[in-house]
């Protein structure tokens, strides 16, 4: 008992508490397995058949001996082979789409605009509209012939990676023009001369950010953090710090922010750091900040899910909850990590990468675009001084935390410099050095239950091969190297890529879903029911799926609501009916898969947009791969499923949600001219299927209740949601 660390559970024989029985209960059956993928003996405790203590970087027989001390990198088990292949597949696509950019324009491969079932590593079935174009319905309305364009390229195509620069087409511009009387207060025509980034920075002419006073408010008693009206909670004091407090916001936080962006280690956390600051208090270093904001995210999560709504419209709650637009939840512990920060801002060292991403996650969670952009460059920018100063850290015991923390940075620098135009730090130069994390470091029981569940491994391992190969696509439609480059950002000039056509298009088409037909089964969906749950079929009713609305997010989060009936019959995952009670799912399944699916979505609605610009600017020339292209960028705009319910329900859990609220905006903007524009009418009527209508209202309402959510707290989204209003002539 000498060496371990005193905390209330070592001053006291009483039990865990409650809310863990059923965790605990559950490991100790997983244990053994559990045991193979923890253990790293190093060579002389392995020869020597005896237990290794595992410190790093020498054990405790190494120390005694004074030997050599050597890890061997651990062998995948059989749990892990999937993750590890998922990984590997992404040589294999990088390979035939740097071939693809080589070769650039050629002959087709296929007679038609098609991607056959067979040539997919998919048990799917293709969607009804990737057939060929010559299934087209052979009616009165037929398109010119398209034997021009399978001969090269062709400059009737357009690829704009941005939202922002698809508004500087003709068609669009000339919509802007018929509203603009509607609008007094805004001026159109500012987006050509500032560019997109101006929009994002309106949320600085409102507010000059978030609050330093962190008096409390009356009522709301003394302390800081836990400030949750439906269930009264000690607040967490820093002088006298509440060891249930600690653990409750640190359990909050790690079922749910860090299943979203793996950068911490919750092993060592729960068992070195809070014990510490339980025995020693808050004091200046970096460990005390990373917690401080472990803290203040821990709250947003059960703010987030339980705290009351911060407006309402029509009766309808808003999918923001806990805090208001002026005080978001957690700020009095941010403002804490926020005062210690500066003390570590030039350290090099993983801790200090983590501070940085962990800050911009939370400006993220207050809806704060341009304060979100500048924490991501900043923890860019400190991983890159890392990795430069201290290139051992990739083969020490931080590596796998070294390699997440930087493919966090990597995937949110990417989107925003692919939609914003924010530049790029040089990150991407060092992905090759850098390497794929493979989740090889220890980990505790309630990270192997919460991967059990939902898998959180395999989706942010996903989401690291779907993220190359947008930026690969990119490169490819621009005509510029297999990463971004900082011209080809919105803020580069609009032109007609000579590398933009069909055959192009159709290559990278495919490859987009042979990446969906590789992912594991657990997290793959039928392209024709995107709500339902993963590789659902007879199990789309198995409850054990889901948790009612009853059960906490997290054992940490409380609930106050019963449970209705109706939740422990759904058959979807998601659902577009926004009044309907939403279920809840445990470690935030529903948000990862929504993330997953909704980025799979975005890119192919990204590489099918050019046909949009071509029917929309040269109607005479499209032909009928055109119109099949142009369809299925109209398909990929429906119902991403961050926007049904339950994932809209709790908008400050979704990473990066201005990103979203960009893209929704373009879309409402392309469905209502799908409307008014006679080709793409004839589009949507003959080639978008049958329940094209149906969904495209239902994508209509649940788009324009994001947008109108999201304006009271965001000034920037104001703006989009003022232009929407006058499009789709709404009133306030």
Request: with cysteine; charged share 15%; net charge neutral.
């Amino acid at each position: 008992m000498d060496g371990l660390p005193i905390t209330p559970a070592t001053q006291s024989s009483q039990a865990p508490p409650p809310s863990l029985n059923s965790l605990v209960s559950s490991a100790s059956s997983l244990r053994k397995e559990r045991g193979a993928i923890a253990a790293q003996a190093c060579d002389t405790c392995r020869s020597r058949k005896q237990r290794c203590d595992e410190q790093r970087p020498k054990c405790g027989t190494c120390q005694k001996f004074r030997l050599e001390c050597n890890y061997r990198e651990p062998q995948p088990t059989k749990k892990d082979r999937t993750l590890v292949e998922i990984l590997d597949r992404i040589k294999n696509l990088e390979g035939k789409i740097d071939n693809l950019s080589r070769r650039g324009a050629g002959p087709p491969s296929t007679p038609a605009y098609s991607a056959q079932p067979n040539s997919l590593p998919s048990p799917l079935p293709a969607a009804p509209a990737i057939a060929s174009a010559s299934a087209a319905p052979n009616s009165a309305f037929q398109f010119s012939d398209t034997s021009s364009v399978a001969t090269g390229s062709d400059n009737y195509y357009q690829y704009v990676p941005s939202v922002h620069q698809m508004l500087k087409w003709p068609a669009i511009r000339q919509l802007f023009a018929s509203v603009q009387p509607k609008l007094p207060n805004i001026d159109l025509s500012s987006l050509e001369r500032e560019g997109p980034a101006s929009i994002v920075a309106l949320r600085r002419s409102t507010t000059q950010g978030l609050l330093t006073d962190t008096s409390v408010p009356a009522g709301r008693g003394s302390g800081i953090g836990l400030h949750n009206p439906m269930n009264a909670q000690a607040p967490l004091n820093l002088s006298n710090p509440n060891w249930e407090a600690m653990q409750k916001l640190s359990k909050a936080y790690f079922d749910t922010f860090n299943l979203l962006c793996p950068i911490l280690n919750r092993q060592s956390f729960m068992s070195d750091t809070l014990p510490a600051l339980f025995n020693n208090g808050f004091n200046q270093d970096i460990t005390a900040t990373v917690a401080l904001l472990v803290f203040a995210l821990g709250e947003v999560a059960i703010a987030g899910v339980e705290g009351l709504p911060v407006h309402a419209y029509n009766g309808r709650s808003s999918g923001i909850r806990g805090g208001s637009k002026d005080r978001p939840p957690g700020l009095e512990l941010f403002n804490e990590a926020r005062r210690r920060m500066g003390f570590h801002l030039t350290e090099c060292s993983l801790e200090n990468v983590q501070i940085f991403e962990l800050a911009s996650i939370y400006y993220g969670t207050c809806f704060y675009p341009l304060a979100f952009w500048r924490m991501t460059t900043s923890a860019s920018m400190a991983c890159q001084a890392l990795i430069t100063s201290h290139p051992g850290v990739l083969s020490s015991g931080q590596a796998d935390l070294t390699r997440r923390a930087f493919w966090h940075c990597s995937i949110m620098e990417s989107g925003l410099n692919l939609e914003l135009g924010f530049p790029l730090t040089g990150l991407d130069k060092m992905e090759s050095v850098v390497g794929l994390p493979d989740f090889s470091a220890p980990f505790s029981d309630e990270d192997y239950i919460s991967n059990q569940e939902s898998h959180f491994q395999e989706h942010f391992a996903s989401q690291i091969v779907l993220r190359r190969l947008l930026v690969d696509f990119h490169g490819v439609l621009s005509q510029t190297s297999s990463s971004i480059g900082p011209t080809s950002g919105p803020f580069s000039p609009v032109a007609a890529y000579s590398g933009v056509n069909q055959v192009t298009i159709r290559q990278l088409a495919l490859q987009l879903e042979q990446w969906r037909g590789m992912l594991p089964a657990h997290l793959r969906w039928h392209e024709d029911s995107l709500e339902s749950f993963p590789n659902s079929g007879e199990e789309v009713c198995n409850t054990a799926l889901f948790t009612p609305a009853a059960t906490p997010v997290s054992p940490a989060i409380p609930t106050a609501q019963p449970a209705p009936a109706s939740a422990v019959t759904a058959r979807f995952m998601f659902t577009t009916d926004l009044d309907a009670p939403p279920p809840r799912y445990p470690y935030v399944l529903d948000i990862q898969a929504a993330l997953l699916r909704s980025r799979y979505y975005y890119t192919k609605y990204l590489i099918h947009r050019p046909f949009l610009y071509k029917a929309l600017q040269h109607p005479d020339a499209v032909g009928n791969d055109d119109a099949v292209g142009a369809a299925e960028c109209l398909k990929a705009c429906l119902k991403w499923p961050v926007a049904m319910s339950p994932t809209c329900r709790h908008k400050r859990l979704v990473p990066c949600s201005f990103f979203f609220t960009q893209n929704f905006f373009g879309i409402l903007v392309l469905l209502h001219l799908s409307t008014t524009v006679p080709i793409l009418r004839r589009i949507r009527s003959t080639l978008c299927g049958e329940r094209f209508e149906i969904d495209a209202a239902e994508t209509v309402g649940l788009y324009l209740d994001w947008l109108r959510d999201l304006h009271v707290v965001d000034a920037s989204t104001q703006w989009h949601w003022e232009i929407i209003k006058a499009i789709y002539g709404l009133d306030n």
